[in-house]
């Protein structure tokens, strides 16, 4: 098992299964964007945007959020992204207002740190995969297309879906199956992956397919999507790199400064939620007698989590399980 510590990675992005089914079945054409913008102006209008005031979008993309970001923002404004995909860079405008970090956003700190950058009016984080991953088949996102089983977000790291599912354990791929693709015969797949690896070869999305018709449960399309998910999940580090993300941001955000997270899995959604209400990932001490009392550096501005309209499902049934979450760095100093 490879020590995902060693190298740089991630991206959040989750889908549902259905979603998942209808973006592998759906072929955007080239000519199309790159990216949709899920809950755009939701997540604009959260951010409530200064236009003197330092902004970063942690998972650039296909600029759409960005876009409308820098369209808010002065002469005086910036806008630092992120993204480890290298694709995204040719999206990149000609602004002198950004900075564009190739890099996942679990380094969020250092690398604003490393241009001078001590704190932020606010964050975003869209943490779906992009229609321009799904569409190149050579990088193994897809469950329509045949190619080498990849998955990997950011090409520099050696982690692939391949060694994910010829070197891990029955135990961990079961967990992984369980956890992040909720797959309803989790421990049978990981038996049968792990008795077949030997036999017969998952370099590609289709020997992996084809080796695990027998024990498919349901509808194809949604369970391979479910564990396509999972795999993906797991080869990104997306669920370490998101949390890693979220320890940062008390201390990165200005006070009266925003965090805005878009999710597209529950097992994301309910992290970025514990922590906007706990600022940890661990449930609160329940214990009546105890006076410990921890100082908030949060306080959370949804109560309940956004989600996008009819009308934008009905133009992008991508986002149906999309969830936005914000937070404000309290001000301690009124």
Do not use: W
């Amino acid at each position: 098992m490879v020590d995902k510590q060693d190298f740089p990675m991630v991206k959040q992005k989750k889908i549902s299964a259905k979603d998942l089914v209808e973006a592998d079945q759906t072929l955007i054409p080239s000519s199309s964007t790159y990216h949709i913008p899920v809950l755009l102006h939701e997540a604009i209008d959260g951010l409530a945007i200064k236009p003197g005031g330092t902004y970063v979008d942690c998972t650039f993309g296909g600029g759409g959020h960005s876009k409308f970001i820098l369209e808010k923002l002065g002469l005086n404004g910036k806008l630092v992204a992120f993204d480890q995909d290298a694709a995204a860079k040719e999206n990149v405008p000609a602004d002198a207002r950004i900075i564009f970090i190739p890099q996942n956003f679990r380094y969020l700190q250092r690398f604003l740190k490393l241009h001078t950058i001590p704190e932020v009016d606010g964050i975003l984080a869209d943490l779906g995969v992009s229609s321009h991953q799904f569409n190149e088949a050579e990088r193994g996102f897809s469950t329509r297309y045949d190619a080498d089983l990849d998955m990997r977000m950011d090409q520099r790291q050696p982690l692939t879906a391949y060694n994910v599912v010829n070197t891990y354990s029955e135990q961990q791929l079961h967990k992984i199956f369980e956890q992040y693709g909720e797959v309803t015969n989790a421990k049978t797949l990981a038996r049968t992956i792990v008795q077949q690896r030997d036999h017969v070869s998952f370099k590609t999305i289709e020997g992996f397919k084809n080796a695990l018709r027998e024990i498919v449960k349901g509808n194809p399309n949604k369970y391979f999507a479910q564990v396509f998910q999972a795999l993906r999940i797991e080869v990104n580090d997306e669920m370490g790199a998101l949390k890693e993300m979220l320890q940062q941001t008390p201390a990165v955000l200005k006070p009266g400064g925003r965090v805005a997270i878009i999710t597209f899995h529950s097992g994301e959604d309910r992290v970025v939620k514990t922590f906007f209400k706990n600022e940890s990932f661990d449930e609160p001490d329940e214990n009546p007698f105890s006076r410990e009392t921890k100082e908030r550096k949060l306080k959370v501005i949804t109560k309940k989590p956004l989600v996008p309209s009819q009308q934008e499902t009905k133009r992008n049934p991508r986002s149906r399980s999309a969830k936005l979450r914000v937070a404000e760095k309290i001000n301690t100093n009124p």
